[in-house]
């Protein structure tokens, strides 16, 4: 009677712990769980981000923050979860080292997915959503002229679930790209009238390495350089003495492309201008390449440079 009595007990138990799984309400029999949903921004934690959008003409609906929640059951997936996101102008600056300033209220308006009560946006998740995005209406091309603009976000209330403590905060910067906007690697070559140690190649594997920099969108056609940092705008060349790369701290250059894809080369206002000479600057649509050839006069006589700058990525 007694080990009857322990195999039916055996079986009664297994038979429970089976059921109870496959409901899928509880974690061990009697014990139910205290986990919750989790809420976070996708992107958060990686500091400023950067939405660089295409120009395209007219008001569009843009997706400016991705919100996921990570359900603990397949009931809470199929649940409506209400979040609220909060604008934070503390945020923006703290991570984007005050670089970026708020964008202009009459350049954007809520999307009517996420309305804003003054406050905050309301974000829905449907049951089975696991992502939603936070929506914008705007058009790209006033953000040509707006400069460094874009918001902080920081989650303020998601009822019911936890709010990551890694990811509920984050800097978007928004801009808009035309079609030669990204990064580049520029190679090429210098000639200078008396300083033999900046003549020569440059960004190749045998003088300096790869050399990489910015096209930003400054207008449908037109782009602005940038090697970030002190160098920002400047040329830069090879000192093949010191084996290091080197800059002109007064020359500074941005390019236009023309119809027939040949390029305009014009100095920074302020800084050295280029020699009038047409020295046939293209742009190449098929490899995405600019070639580049122009020069300036100062102390000493002309300087001659050739850049070949290929497209490798969007920034």
């Given at each position: 009677m007694k ?27 009697g014990?139910p769980?205290?986990?919750?949903t ?8 990686n500091?400023?981000?950067?939405i660089?959008?295409?120009l ?40 984007s ?10 350049l954007?308006?809520?999307?009517p ?10 974000v ?12 914008f ?29 890694a ?7 928004i801009?808009?790209?035309?079609q ?14 008396t ?26 056609a037109s ?6 940092g ?6 830069i060349?090879y ?9 002109f701290?007064?020359v500074?250059?941005?390019f ?9 080369v ?42 070949n700058?290929?497209y490798?990525?969007?920034?």
């Amino acid at each position: 009677m007694k080990k009857g009595f322990q195999k039916l007990l055996f079986i009664s138990i297994a038979s429970f712990l089976i059921t109870s799984c496959e409901k899928g309400d509880e974690a061990f029999p009697g014990t139910p769980s205290t986990e919750k949903t989790l809420i976070k921004l996708q992107e958060g934690g990686n500091g400023l981000i950067t939405i660089a959008l295409d120009l395209t003409p007219g008001v569009a609906a843009i997706n400016v923050l991705e919100i996921r929640r990570d359900a603990v059951s397949a009931a809470a997936l199929n649940s409506t979860q209400v979040v609220k996101i909060a604008k934070s102008n503390a945020i923006l600056s703290d991570l984007s080292g005050a670089s970026v300033v708020e964008i202009p209220n009459n350049l954007y308006t809520s999307h009517p997915d996420n309305p804003y009560d003054g406050q905050n946006w309301t974000v829905t998740f449907k049951p089975g959503e696991f992502v939603k995005f936070l929506k914008f209406n705007l058009d790209a091309s006033q953000l040509i002229t707006a400069g460094d603009v874009g918001m902080g976000f920081m989650i303020a209330e998601a009822k019911g679930c936890q709010i990551s403590d890694a990811k509920s905060q984050v800097a978007v910067a928004i801009s808009a790209k035309n079609q030669y906007d990204g990064i580049y690697r520029v190679y090429g070559t210098f000639s200078h009238p008396t300083n033999t140690d900046i003549s020569g190649p440059f960004g190749t594997a045998g003088f300096g390495g790869d050399l990489y920099c910015e096209l930003i969108t400054t207008g449908a056609a037109s782009v602005n350089r940038n090697y970030g940092g002190a160098v920002g705008e400047s040329v830069i060349v090879y000192n093949h003495t010191a084996n290091v790369f080197t800059y002109f701290t007064g020359v500074k250059m941005r390019f236009s492309v023309n119809a027939n894809n040949t390029v305009n080369v014009t100095p920074v206002p302020g800084f050295i201008a280029v020699d009038p000479t047409p020295y046939n600057c293209t742009y190449n649509p098929t490899t995405k390449t600019f070639t580049l050839n122009y020069g300036w006069t100062s102390a000493g006589g002309q300087r001659l440079i050739t850049e070949n700058l290929v497209y490798i990525r969007p920034r």
